[in-house]
Structures are given as C-alpha cells and as structure tokens.
C-alpha cells in the first residue's frame, strides 16, 4: 500500500470499501476520470507575426527547416468538481441491495469519483443537501480535497427531511462562481417544475451537470408487502395500500417521472444515470467516464 | 299433558341452546379476526409517486365504471329504440288518459230517478280507464281524494276549477299530454252570466226553470259524459263556440249555450248546460247512460265576464231580511229575484215568512264612504242600470268622475281609450293634485282590464294611485286614505243594518274580525240557519248550482248560498286564460295523445349516438392510460 493509499483509506473511513470497489473497478479498465487531461497540451503551429512572444517560437521546427512558427499551447486549467450528495429522509431506503441503501450507494459512488478526480489533479468538494445552507465548502485538490469531502458528505440521510432544491439552486450559483463540474447524487423525487428550475439554472449558470440517479430496485419494481400502510421517510405522509391493486398505476407514475428526468437532461445536456444499490455501479460509471473522456478528446481535436 | 312436558324440556334446555348458538355466532367472526391480515408500517422512500399513484387510481376506477355504466347503457338503449319501432303499429292508435278530472261536487251524487247517480258512472269509467294504465285522478273540488274512491263523499262546494286545472296541468307536465278527462255530469256551474255573454256580443236566452220543471231537470242531469275542456282565447273570436266530436267526428256544434258563471269562479265558464233547440229548458249533454263509454271532447272556446261575478250576501237576522249587496251583474241573482225563488225558498223555511229581500249594490256603500272630491275613474259595462250609485257619484265627485265606455273584447282598448281622454282627465286630477288629493278610486269591475289601467294610468296621470272597488278584499288591504280605513271597518253596513251581518261567498279577511260579522262558507251557513231559523230538518245542503239548488227545494229543503267556495275564486279574465296557455292548456286539436312509441324511439335513438360517443371517449381515455401503464421499466 503505497502512502496515498494509506491516506485514502484513513480519509474514506467506513466508506472505504465500497469506494475502493468502485475504483478498483473503474481502474482495471485503463486510466479515467471524471475529467480526463493534464495541465499543458500541445494543439497546433501557426506562423509567426511581428510582436507575438519569441518564446512560443517552436525552436526545433525553426532549426529543422527555418522556418518560424509558434508552438500554440493549449493551457488546460484545474477542474473543480463538486458533489452534491442527497440526504433527504427518502436516500435511506434500501431493501437490502449488495451496496446498502441509496445514500450508501451514492455516497460510495460520490467518494469513489472524488478519488479519481484528485487523483487526476482536480480539486473536489461535496455538499450535503439537506444542511447546505450551514456547509461552507471550498474546493481543493489532494488529500486536503478528499479530507474535506468525507468531513462534508460523510454523515447520514436526514430523517423525515427532504430537500429545498431551489435553496441549493441558489446556494449553488453564489457560492460558485467558476465553471464546474457539478455531481448530483439523488433520488430525484421532487416535483418537475422544481427539477427544471434547479438543473436549469446550474446549467444556466455554465456548470457542467452529471446526474446519478439512485433509485433501489424494490422501488423500480415496486416491491412492497401485499397490505401495507406506507409511511414517507420525508414526513408525516402515510397511507394505506393493495399492493396488487395499485401496482400498474405507480410503474406508470414512476415511468412517467423518469421520462420527465431524461426529458430534461436530453434538452439540457446533462449526462443521467441511473444507479440501483442492487447492482453493481462500477459498469455503468465505467461507460460514462469513457463517454466522458472521449467526449473531450473530441471537443479538444475540435477547438 | 304431553304438550307441557316438551315446552318444559325446551324450557330447561334453553340456555344451554343460548350458549351453543351463540358461539355458533361467534365462529365466522373469530375466523375472520384469526385471518385477516395485518396492516405492515413500511417506510418507502417513493412516496411522492405513490401518492400519485393513489390519485390517479381512484381516477382510473371512476373512470371505468363510467365506462363500464355507458357500456352497459348502449344496448338498452339500442333495445328500448328498436322496440319503440316495432310497438310503434301496434301502440299508437290506442289512447292513453292519464289524468281524469273527476267532478265530485253534489250534483254528481244526487240519486236518479233510476237509482243511479252520475258518480257511480264515473268511477266505472274510471276502473276500465285504469285498466289501460295509470290513472292520475284529480279531484275537480280540488280536495284530495281518498285511496278507495268507491268511499268518496261529496263536496258541499262548487267545482274549484283553478286548483283542479293547476294539479292536473302538473301531472301533465313532462308527459307530453296534454288532455285531461274530464268525468262530470256537467252541472257544476250555476247561472249564466248575462252581462258576460252580451257584453261578449252573444246573444242569450235565458229563461229561469219554473219550480215545476226542476224534477225534469234532474232526470236528465245525471249522465256521465267523457269531456275534454280545453280553454281557447275568447278575446280574439269574440264569440261563444262548443263543439262535440264523437269518434274523432264532429257531432254537432252549438253557439247558443249557457256559460254557467255567476259565481266569479275561475274557469266556470267551461261548465256548459246544453241548450236543445229552441227550448227553454235545461238540458245536459243528451247521453244516455248507456253511451258513458263513447268520448265526446268538448271544445270550449269560452267567453268571458268582462264584469265581475263577485257578490256578497248578507243576512240580516233580527229584521227578518235579507240584504243581498251584489255588483248586479249577476243576472242568476237578478233571475232568481224576478222569479222570486229566493223569496220562496226563504218563505218556505223562514219561522214567520215575512223575509223580504233587498238588493244594494256595493257602489253605492263605497260611493257613500268616498270622501268628496276625490277623482274617480270608472269603468263599467254598460248593462248596469242607472243606480243611486252613479247619481251619488256624480253629485259627490262632480268635476273629477271619469266615466269610461265598458271595455270591448279587444284586450288592448285600454290605451287609445285613455289617451284620448287623457287631457281632460289630466285637467281634473291636476286640480285635485292642488287640493292635496293623494289618490284616486277607480270603479271597476274586470280584474283583468283593471290591471291594465292599473299599469297605464301612473304614466298618464303622474303619481295618482288608483285602487278599484270591486275586489273588496285588496281595497281593505290597501286602505287607500283615510276614507277607507273607515271602509274597512263596514261603519256602512252598520249603519244600515244594526244586526248581525253574515257574509258569505266573499273570502274572509282578517280586519272584519272586530266586527259583528261571521264568515259562512256552507257549512257555517247551515248552522246557522240550523241555530237562527229553527229549520234543522229543512235545510237539505249547499250546493253549487241552480240544479242542486232546485233539487234542494224539492226536497223540502232551503238554499240560500248559491257557491262560496267558487266565488272566492279569481274570476276568468283574458289572463287566466293566458296564463293557462302558458301552462301548456291548447285547444284539443292540438295534441291530444301521448307521444307516440316513434317519438320514443328517436329519443332513445338520441340517447343512443350520445352514449356511442361518450364511449368511444372514455375507452380512449382509458386505452391511454393503460398502454401509459405498460412498460415498466425504468
């Protein structure tokens, strides 16, 4: 165990497991972050003006063929990314999925990319959305950044809280004023219009947004006992039910409100995925961060 | 013995029997308890899609049993259609009564010669009726009717045609028909109106029946003709006109016949005595009893009483006279004083037979009590004599007394008549205007033109009030100056009369309570004459015409209210008839039958595309949502 690993597993605590998992297993698939690149990259020559900086001359092109031209260098600047972690009353369910409840899973998934996004030189920090107001969190790179990380996003779901998307919204946009990459880890279960004004103004506001939905399976497939009175995990709500009777209506409603979820990120370019604490993570966050890589490479070989 | 000993066994038995059966009661409820499932708390994290999905569920549910309920609606719909179809050829020719006005005033249980009496002809026409369906039977005194009509008594009253013609036309309402049969012996109505009729241009000849024709009136009287009594528009034919259809032929038609209407009631009008030819006798409609089963529908286009009907009779006890106040249009009343039969019947049941009669006319008591000087409109038909009234009237009011011409048939002579006089009019009111004068008394005798000048003449005269005298009981009410709150109180009468004053077929009104006066409706009439005259075994009834009223005397007995009831009814006037009309009474031409099993079917036909579309509706609605529920996968 190399010392950055010692570190890391001083810095995840419980969560170590479950986030070493994951980056083991994203690893194990070649180099990715959630932002692939380095500092300083070469992009193209041009040929040399009256007043640019002799120091961008390429020398060795000059030496080659005489010739002078500038090395034009593409600065690659250190990316913030923030982790907005879900605590509302709802993240703690589970119905005894291999990766515990959904903010088990989320918060596993939040450490595992705030590893690889240190490890890639980013700097990183992570709010609990229930105490946003109270969590004051700048973003650092290094042991720093994931230190802070499993201060602000290692506690537990808020029991019968839910959650004041438009607070975060604004919170978000003041606090951060630089372009980020914004990790939302949630259930999603708001309102719509609430959900459109909240990804609508981050994105609005020039962050780049990554959704990773949990939702348990025995939600997805409604798996519940056959004559139950539910009880909200965010309040006060109950109500009585026959599971068989009302089965086909919640998939509707819980197909309806998925739609609505890809609906937005398809119009607002939000990369969405959907994450069962039954299943393993690790696949599907490969495949996006792959997509995401190649997704700047290609942006890159454009600009 | 041995019956005492099993009840003893049973006996001991008995609790234990107590406690088996009541644990046997016990066991489906234990069994259910033991079984029911238990409600598991289950914390869920998705509840905002669960409570939408409760919602939407119970959307759902409504909506398809209403799709289920329209479904289940189309094929009734669709049969009751097709039936209405098929029945059509079968059904339409047959007639339906559903609503009988049955006559149960006296006459109609006077015993024939025969035996028979017209009531029991009635109600067999009514049992076949009943036969063929539903029959909504009201009663024409306007009573209610007893379940088993066979225990029907009869009414000591006129027929109340307003409220009989009311409850039948609600019975009518919504069913599309729009006749309704009348069973009567057609005697209900009393004596013509003659002022009526001539005013309405009809020429009348009326003679009273002498004693010794009442016993061939009541052999004739009692048949049990079906009639249908549709009112039209007197005012705009102008002229009197009955006609009998027998078998959906026309059987006769007569324009020479009695409007039997002294009593003011409403609608009397339609009670017809049949006139035969050129005889002065009174007939009925000639139906031998054994024709009751044919159906005559009487067309009745009637006229009306321009004049009013309203009369009160007075008795004054102590004097030994009766003084009748009437408003002499009642030619029944002048009839009987000519013929004396009033006299008569009070000779014959009077102690000493020393009753004279003497006729006021109410104008004259209303003109005394004016206070001089006040304008005065008035309308009356020219068929009043010259009385003490009118010479009273203009002496008193001389300056202010506006005589108008009686009104025509034309319900709209009001308004070129008083324009015309207007400015002369105008001139005397203003002067009074100065005096202070605040209203003036407008005599009249027709309800309806009446409200006619009542809405006109404010516009033409400014904020002259006008009352008319002739409805009594709105003039007390209104008490119209001071002159009439003495009116009220009748210092008139008193001081004609200083005896006890009873006042029948005028409806009671509550400030005539202090006064020495009692109201006598037939009833109290009868005690009366029971208790003042000493003629308990004389006095026979009350009845509601001069058929019955003969009959009375006939039988030893004494009549002297001719109708109280009947005349406490608002006399028919152009707007009875209207409002009538309006109530959905047509000629009978019109419509006579109920709808057809055709008419049915279209509307079923109707109701048929309505619940096709709104099916096709509700199954898409429904068809979304649950092709919305198929895919389940997130």
């Known amino acids: 165990m190399t010392p950055d690993q010692a570190a890391l597993r001083a810095a995840f605590g419980g969560l170590e497991l479950r986030a070493r998992r994951i980056v083991e297993g994203l690893r194990s698939g070649g180099h990715v972050s959630p932002r692939a690149g380095g500092a300083v990259e070469f992009d193209r020559h041009r040929a040399y003006q009256p007043g640019d900086e002799l120091r961008h001359l390429d020398w060795k092109v000059f030496a080659r063929s005489d010739r002078l031209v500038l090395k034009h260098a593409r600065m690659e600047t250190t990316l913030d990314v923030l982790f907005l972690l879900d605590d509302s009353g709802s993240m703690a369910f589970g119905s005894n999925g291999v990766w515990g409840t959904k903010f088990e899973l989320a918060t596993a998934v939040a450490h595992a990319l705030a590893w690889l996004a240190v490890d890639a030189g980013d700097r990183v920090a992570g709010w609990q959305c229930v105490d946003v107001q109270s969590t004051s969190t700048t973003p650092r790179g290094g042991l720093v950044g994931l230190s802070q990380m499993t201060e602000s996003c290692g506690g537990s779901p808020s029991e019968g809280d839910a959650v004041d998307l438009p607070a975060i919204s604004r919170m978000l946009v003041s606090a951060v004023q630089r372009p980020s990459l914004i990790i939302v880890l949630s259930d999603l279960f708001a309102t719509q219009d609430e959900l459109e004004r909240f990804f609508g103004r981050l994105r609005h506001a020039g962050h780049d947004v990554l959704l990773l939905q949990t939702i348990d399976g025995a939600e997805q497939r409604f798996e519940v006992p056959e004559e139950a009175r539910m009880i909200d995990l965010e309040g006060l709500n109950s109500v009585q039910i026959q599971a068989r009777s009302l089965r086909d209506t919640y998939l509707e409603a819980l197909e309806r409100h998925q739609n609505f979820i890809g609906d937005i990120c398809r119009r607002l370019q939000i990369e969405h995925l959907v994450l069962d604490p039954h299943q393993s993570p690790i696949p599907e966050l490969r495949r996006l961060l792959h997509r995401r890589a190649a997704g700047l490479s290609a942006a890159r070989t454009v600009g | ?436 004068v605040s209203g003036a008394l407008l005599l009249a005798d027709d309800l309806g033109p009446l409200e006619l000048i009542r809405a006109e003449l404010p516009t033409l005269l400014g904020l002259v009030q006008i009352e008319h005298m002739m409805n009594l009981e709105p003039l007390v009410e209104a008490g119209i100056g001071d002159a009439f709150v003495s009116f009220g109180q009748y210092p008139v009468f008193l001081r004609l009369h200083n005896a006890p004053v009873v006042v029948s077929a005028l409806s009671w009104h509550p400030t005539w309570s202090d006064l020495p006066l009692r109201p006598a409706g037939p009833v109290l009439l009868q005690e009366l004459l029971r208790a003042e005259l000493g003629i308990n075994e004389r006095v026979v009834r009350t009845a509601s015409g001069p058929g019955d009223l003969y009959a009375g005397m006939q039988s030893n007995g004494v009549l002297i209210q001719p109708d109280a009831t009947a005349a406490q009814q608002t006399p028919i006037r152009p707007s009875t008839v209207q409002k009538l009309q309006s109530a959905g009474w047509t000629l009978a031409e019109i419509s006579t039958t109920v709808p057809t099993h055709k008419d049915i079917s279209w509307m079923f036909v109707l109701a048929l595309i309505v619940l096709v579309i709104m099916e096709s509706v509700l199954a898409r609605w429904v068809d979304v949502a649950v092709r919305h529920t198929g895919g389940h996968g997130v």
């Open chain 2, 1 to 436: 013995m041995s019956q005492v000993n099993t009840m003893l066994a049973v006996g001991a038995q008995l609790p234990l029997l107590l406690i088996v059966g009541t644990v046997a009661m016990a066991i489906p409820l234990l069994v259910h308890l033991l079984i029911r499932r238990r409600t598991v708390l289950f914390q869920w994290g998705a509840m905002q899609l669960l409570l939408e999905a409760v919602q939407r569920r119970g959307r759902m549910r409504l909506l398809r049993l209403l799709l289920l309920l329209v479904r289940m609606a189309i094929p009734v719909c669709a049969a009751a259609a097709l039936a209405g179809v098929w029945f059509d050829g079968i059904g339409s020719s047959s007639k339906a009564w559903s609503v009988v006005l049955l006559d149960d005033t006296i006459g109609s249980f006077v015993e024939h010669n025969d035996g028979h009496r017209a009531i029991d002809a009635h109600l067999e026409v009514l049992a076949e009726l009943k036969q063929q369906g539903p029959v909504q039977v009201v009663a024409l005194s306007g009573r209610p009717l007893p379940r088993a009509l066979n225990t029907l008594e009869p009414v000591a009253a006129g027929p109340n045609w307003s409220t009989a013609l009311h409850a039948a036309a609600r019975h009518t309402q919504g069913t599309g028909q729009e006749d309704v049969l009348l069973l009567s012996d057609l005697r209900a109505g009393v004596l013509p109106n003659e002022g009526s009729l001539q005013a309405a241009g009809i020429t009348i000849t009326f003679h009273p029946p002498a004693v010794d024709e009442i016993d061939a009136v009541r052999m004739t009287q009692v048949h049990a003709p079906r009639a249908v009594l549709l009112p039209g528009d007197p005012f705009e034919r102008g002229h009197l006109e009955v006609e009998l259809v027998r078998d959906g032929a026309l059987l006769s038609r007569q324009s020479t016949v009695f409007l039997l209407d002294d009593t003011g009631a409403e609608l009397d009008e339609h009670v017809v005595h049949w006139r035969s030819g050129e005889s002065t006798r009174i007939v009925q409609l000639p139906l031998p009893r054994s024709t009751t089963h044919t159906v005559f529908q009487v067309r009745v286009v009637p006229t009306t009483s321009p004049a009013s009907s309203r009369w009160i009779m007075l008795k004054q006890q102590t004097s030994a006279e009766i003084t009748l106040i009437s408003d002499a249009q009642s030619s029944g009343f002048d009839a009987a004083l000519d013929t004396s039969w009033l006299d008569l019947a009070v000779q014959s049941g009077s102690p000493d037979g020393a009753m004279r009669v003497h006729q006021v006319y109410p104008q004259d008591l209303l003109v005394e009590a004016l206070p001089s000087g006040m304008p005065v409109v008035v309308t009356v038909p020219g068929a009043i004599p010259e009385t003490t009234w009118s010479s009273m009237l203009t002496r008193k009011h001389a300056g202010q007394t506006l005589v108008l011409p009686p009104p025509d048939t034309d319900s709209n002579w009001l308004n070129p008549l008083l324009k015309a006089v207007e400015p002369e009019f105008k001139g005397a009111v203003g002067a009074v205007a100065k005096d202070k």
